[in-house]
């Protein structure tokens, strides 16, 4: 067991650590968001969007083809 590879390994731990601990922070401290969401989000409700008009659209133009 080399001291230095695990003080390397803790070091980077350490890292992550500290960048986890702030991004939380940063969380709590901030009100209500403002702006554009993020890219995440946006993809995801057009995923939501897509699978409505997959299903409703298809069943409303087989109601509108048959009356017209």
């Known amino acids: 067991m080399d001291l230095t590879k695990v003080l390397a390994q803790l070091r980077a731990e350490l ?6 601990i702030i991004s939380l ?5 901030e009100g ?5 969401p993020p890219k ?6 057009e ?3 897509a699978k409505r008009r997959a299903t409703g ?6 109601k509108g083809n048959g009356q017209a």
Do not use: C, M, P, Y
């Open 57 to 62: 659209g298809e069943a409303e133009d087989g």
């Open 32 to 36: 209500v968001r403002r702006g554009r």
């Open 47 to 49: 995923t939501v969007r």
């Open 40 to 45: 995440l989000l946006s993809g995801i409700k």
């Open 15 to 20: 890292a992550n650590l500290d960048a986890a």
């Open 25 to 29: 922070e940063r969380l709590q401290q």
